[in-house]
């Protein structure tokens, strides 16, 4: 080691003050919150910091917390990229979050409801009839369905940004089966595990009752007449890049994690095969796409589901979590007409902010859209995981052309937004030995259930790894951080 | 318990067995034939041939030259071969993954590592210098499994059908290496000589199982071909003994089948059937006829395998 | 007046290799509505298991099957005794209000009512060039519009068999206009969505006493959602309003909500399916 082992970790860290750094503020101090864990970590060397970090890692790849990445046709094992310094969120702050999570999923499943029943809101004119005629996510088979509890969205992952400007933006609502939420209490355990000695000097809230939560909010949706209801947890297998969390969700649960060929339907009622015999099953924690659940009904190619699965749901006698159809929520375009949806089944004015979009299916807006492509993020409205995602100003005059054209073809496909700052989190950086501003962003995990709500204290804050970049997503290369939420 | 899972549990315990004895097979036969009494024992083809007939693909034609370098990479590490080690191990995780939730973490880490350092292991190193290191670090991981599976486990249903996977491995295990060295031994006879009785293949064939130091107390004697028979299929306190597996697999049964009087189309039924019978063997009797023996024995295991996931784990 | 109707629907399956497990679905049992009532169902099939009844996603009764027995031919077999209630549709015609039912299917909330059967699903999708195909007559009633689309596309689809299969879209229809039933329905359907009347695909049984086309398959018509009428059956291939010889068994966007007979099989190589139908009048 050369002679920068003995530096503080931070004393090589640079502030870009055009970006809004959540532990710094614009004269270079840290603010309250901050300060008491800088103090902490500075008494670390970043010898010491490397070591440690090696540890964490070391740990995740162990317990085999790992994603699956296919190049040239070999399948690599990797550990979603993990940075031990936490992210802070104060009590203040997060009450503000946490409404703002309930009152979108509550006004969702509302909405959600109302589309498959009496379409009042597209009928009074406050979303138009093509959002959902042309979504494909639109189940015509859920019309007049009424899932069991009146539940939809009951695991939702809303993502969360912090401007430049201080306030909170929520970018996107994922209502079909969002994840992450296994990542947050990996990084919990790690971060406690590698630096215990920093973790008492701060009450934080616990994030390992997420389980128990989940489990509550299955058996309140069980369907009529069932006493102690089964509940299971459906996953494509252990080839999906989501299977650790599946697993980890069952275990915490102490439910059966089941893979489609495990179940059977008779007479309309679920059944999973067991060294015993038939069980009946009651509530599923489906982590299979809509179309996949049942190929009597749907992708009838689908080796996922489960034949006549879509039938017992139907009759009422199994209950599925998310409800199929809950995908027509989470489109886009969908997103754009939040604060109206909040205002017309809650009556309230929305807690967390929209980001302000523009529908290429609007026309003066679509014109507007094609003519300031260099400053506006254009999404693709039905696409998760941060794919087709163009970003105006990093685009050459001949990508711009292209993304001119693509919307042209089908404008209906896409949405705009102006590009919002992520604020930035002092981030270790392999590479340089160093910590680096990096954009972050926050998933947070809502439940809704039958009478009952939960949102997880606590959320997934992942980091753009690459210098400059905006997209967190781990497909595309993101990381993650411990975030804690401080008790009053 | 899903019936796949119990599956996946049972073939878990199952591979974890194979890949122990097969590393240990590689290792006792070789470093013993090293500095062996006689000159065939010591010769590197007879070493070879008897590692491909442990693993069931024997070298008939005598004179094929076998390359030390291929056999040790085809029975460790080679990934296209069902056979080797580095594919038991992976066939172990791929089913403690399919088992994941139900299986603790502290085992599912050791499976893990387990993997992990099998597959990351330098072929070059192996064949060249890393065969001892290799196959002791194995069959040291797989201690390490099983005691992670008697100590981090649930005494319940999971626990009963991975040792019902350990258990059946491990006495189809000890009988293909009973006949290897058998083979072997008959193979070596008169070579220097002495009677197939007193070979020296036994005292290697009871390392390959890690008896020979209880042997020893026991008999205090050299082992010969009917103490060593005794004492690997008929001695219940030899934990590798063919009978004190069996005794394991009649005792986890019973969890998965409480029923006090078994139905007579049952695995349960059929392992107490299999037990009585060699509850009053005697070793005398089974050199009479040591093919027709191992191969009656293997069948009954094979049954009783096959049972089991007719009765348990079909989906 | 009415009278009985005896439906016999026959399913052969054959497999190359062995089946280790599967599951059907047939679609196939009349419903009950107005002018029709099940009076009895028989179902044999040769593996001896259990047939289901269950729903499809549209409320549609179904017969299920599962089975986890090896095995490489299924024959299915189901009969069905009917009552129709004879009716005449041209008797039931109001005098239409046409300035108002125009207005109405214009509206947001007939729109919204009726959006499944207004949109272009798979096989209903006209290419870009062929939206105008069809044009109603404004000052004629929809009713006489959709017997006018009736008769076009009677003349524009030459009834062949097989040119077209399950899968067949609307865009090869157009540049080779040869079909059967299954293509004329999701014409007509295309064209009277394309004029914003509501249409739906209706797969049935077809009695063939007076020589009409459809042969001894299921058959196909469409819905039309006529104002002051309700849905209103048209069956593009005879020219005909639906009548005491369209049995019907369920409705959808298209054939892919009514198909027949869906299965999940675990087996290898090719099979073979064979359906037959045979409508018989029990006057």
């Known amino acids: 080691m050369n002679s920068d082992a003995n530096k503080t970790i931070f004393s090589s860290y640079n502030k870009n003050v055009q970006l809004f750094d959540e532990v710094f503020d614009s004269n270079g101090v840290a603010k309250n919150v901050y300060q008491k864990l800088l103090e902490l970590y500075g008494n670390h060397s970043i010898q010491d910091y490397v070591q440690l970090n090696n540890k964490a890692k070391a740990s995740f790849f162990n317990q085999g917390i790992t994603f699956q990445v296919y190049d040239n046709k070999m399948t690599q094992e990797k550990i979603f990229p993990f940075d031990l310094f936490p992210r802070i969120i104060d009590e203040g702050e997060w009450e503000i979050i946490e409404k703002g999570a309930i009152q979108r999923s509550k006004a969702l499943n509302l909405f959600l409801w109302d589309i498959y029943h009496d379409k009042k809101i597209i009928k009074d004119g406050i979303v138009p009839l093509d959002l959902i005629s ?89 369907p009529k007449g069932v006493d102690i209801p089964n509940c299971v947890v459906l996953t494509p297998g252990m080839h999906n890049s989501a299977f650790y969390e599946h697993s980890y969700l069952a275990k915490a649960m102490g439910v059966e994690l089941v893979e489609g060929r495990d179940l059977f339907v008779e007479n309309d009622f679920v059944y999973m095969k067991t060294i015993r015999g038939p069980i009946k099953v009651d509530v599923i924690y489906r982590r299979v796409d809509d179309l996949f659940i049942d190929p009597l009904e749907f992708k009838p190619e689908s080796a996922l589901g489960v034949p006549g699965l879509f039938a017992a749901y139907r009759k009422g006698n199994i209950c599925l979590a998310n409800a199929p159809g809950t995908g027509v929520a989470d489109d886009k375009a969908i997103y754009t007409y939040m604060p109206q949806i909040i205002k017309y089944y809650l009556d309230e004015t929305p807690i967390l902010n929209n980001v302000h979009t523009y529908h290429c299916s609007r026309p003066d807006e679509l014109n507007y859209v094609l003519e300031h492509i260099h400053e506006l993020v254009i999404k693709p409205v039905d696409e998760a995981g941060g794919y087709g995602i163009s970003i105006g100003n990093r685009l050459t005059k001949n990508e711009i052309k292209v993304v001119q054209q693509e919307i042209k073809q089908n404008p209906r496909k896409y949405i705009a937004q102006p590009i919002m700052s992520l604020s930035v989190h002092p981030t270790y950086i392999d590479d340089s030995e160093s910590f680096e501003q990096r954009h972050i962003d926050l998933r947070t995990f809502t439940l809704l259930g039958n009478e009952k709500e939960f949102v997880l204290k606590g959320g997934l804050s992942r980091v753009a790894l690459k210098r400059g970049n905006l997209i967190v997503n781990s497909s595309q290369g993101g990381g993650s951080k411990d975030t804690w939420v401080l008790k009053k | 318990m899903l019936a796949r899972v119990a599956n996946n549990l049972f073939w878990m315990g199952r591979y974890i067995e194979r890949a122990e004895h097969v590393a240990r097979y590689l290792n006792v036969n070789y470093f013993s034939s090293l500095d062996a009494p006689n000159e065939l024992s010591q010769s590197r083809q007879f070493v070879l041939r008897s590692m491909m007939f442990l693993v069931g693909e024997p070298i008939g034609d005598d004179s094929i030259e076998l390359k030390e370098e291929d056999i040790l990479y085809n029975i460790g590490l080679n990934p296209l071969q069902p056979y080797s080690v580095i594919n038991n191990v992976k066939s172990a995780r791929e089913n403690a993954n399919s088992a994941r939730d139900l299986i603790s973490t502290e085992l599912y880490e050791s499976i893990n590592k387990f993997y992990h350092f099998v597959i990351n292991y330098s072929v070059a190193d192996f064949t060249k210098k890393g065969l001892y290191d290799f196959t002791v670090n194995v069959t040291e991981m797989t201690a390490i499994l099983r005691g992670k599976i008697r100590g981090t486990l649930l005494h319940d249903e999971v626990y009963a059908i991975i040792m019902l996977g350990i258990n059946l491995e491990r006495a189809t295990q000890v009988i293909r290496i009973i006949n290897a060295k058998y083979n072997d031994a008959v193979k070596a006879k008169g070579s220097y000589g002495d009677q197939i009785g007193h070979s020296f293949e036994w005292i290697t064939l009871l390392k390959c199982v890690e008896s020979y130091d209880m042997m020893r107390r026991y008999y205090k004697k050299t082992p010969t071909s009917i103490s060593t028979l005794e004492f690997l299929i008929l001695n219940p306190d030899c934990p590798r003994s063919v009978i004190n597996s069996i005794n394991q697999v009649h005792k986890h049964i019973r969890v998965l089948d409480e029923s006090k009087t078994p139905n007579k189309n049952s695995t349960a039924f059929l392992i107490s059937k299999v037990k009585g019978e060699y509850d009053y063997k ?11 023996f191992i191969e009656k024995i293997l069948n009954n295991l094979v049954q009783i395998s096959l049972k089991m996931e007719n009765e348990f784990f079909n989906y | ?86 009716h005449n549709p041209f008797r039931e015609v109001p005098v239409f209000n046409i300035p108002s039912n125009y207005e109405l299917v214009q509206s947001l909330g007939f729109r919204v009512d009726f959006e499944p059967f207004l949109g272009q699903s798979k096989f209903t999708t006209l290419p870009q060039s062929s939206n105008n195909l069809f044009v109603l007559d404004p000052t004629q009633s929809i009713f006489d519009n959709l017997q006018k689309l009736n008769l076009w596309v009677y003349r524009f689809i030459k009834f062949t068999t097989g040119v077209t299969h399950v899968n067949t879209l609307l865009d090869e229809i157009i540049e080779n206009p040869k079909g059967v039933c299954q293509d004329f329905t999701h014409l007509f359907c295309a064209l009277a969505r394309s004029n914003r009347i509501p249409a739906r695909y209706v797969s049935g049984y077809l009695h063939q006493g007076n020589g009409y086309f459809g042969d001894s398959q299921m058959h196909a018509w469409a819905e039309a959602y006529v104002p002051q009428m309700g849905w ?52």
């Open chain 1, 134 to 222: 042309s979504s494909a996510n639109y189940l015509h088979q859920m019309i007049g369905v009424d899932p069991p509890g009146g539940i939809y969205n009951h695991i939702s992952g809303t993502d969360i940004i912090k401007h430049s400007d201080g306030n909170y933006y929520v970018l996107e609502d994922n209502i079909r089966c969002p994840s992450g939420v296994s990542y947050v209490i990996c990084n919990r355990t790690a971060l406690k595990r590698a630096l215990f000695g920093v973790f008492n000097h701060y009450k934080t809230h616990s994030v390992t009752n997420y389980a128990e939560n989940l489990l509550e909010i299955l058996e309140s949706v069980k």
């Open chain 2, 282 to 292: 005697f070793a005398e009797e089974i050199e009479e006829d040591i093919q027709g």
């Open chain 3, 1 to 86: 007046m009415s009278f009985e109707y005896s439906i016999t629907y026959i399913a052969d399956n054959e497999y190359e290799n062995p089946v280790e497990n599967a599951s059907w679905q047939f679609l196939i049992v009349p419903e009950n509505n107005d002018t029709q009532e099940l009076i009895r169902v028989d179902i044999n099939n040769s593996l001896g298991v259990k047939n289901e009844f269950s729903e499809n996603g549209y409320g549609f009764r179904t017969i299920r099957i599962n089975t986890q027995e090896n095995f490489q031919k299924l024959n299915f077999k189901a009969t069905f005794i009917l009552k129709k209630i004879n």
């Open chain 3, 232 to 283: 209103v059956g048209f069956d593009p291939t005879n020219n005909l309003l639906a009548d005491d010889n369209h049995i019907k068994v369920a409705h959808g966007k298209d054939f892919n909500d009514c198909s027949p007979l869906k299965g999940v099989v675990y087996s290898r190589g090719a099979n073979k399916t064979s359906h037959s139908v045979e409508v018989r009048s029990q006057q």
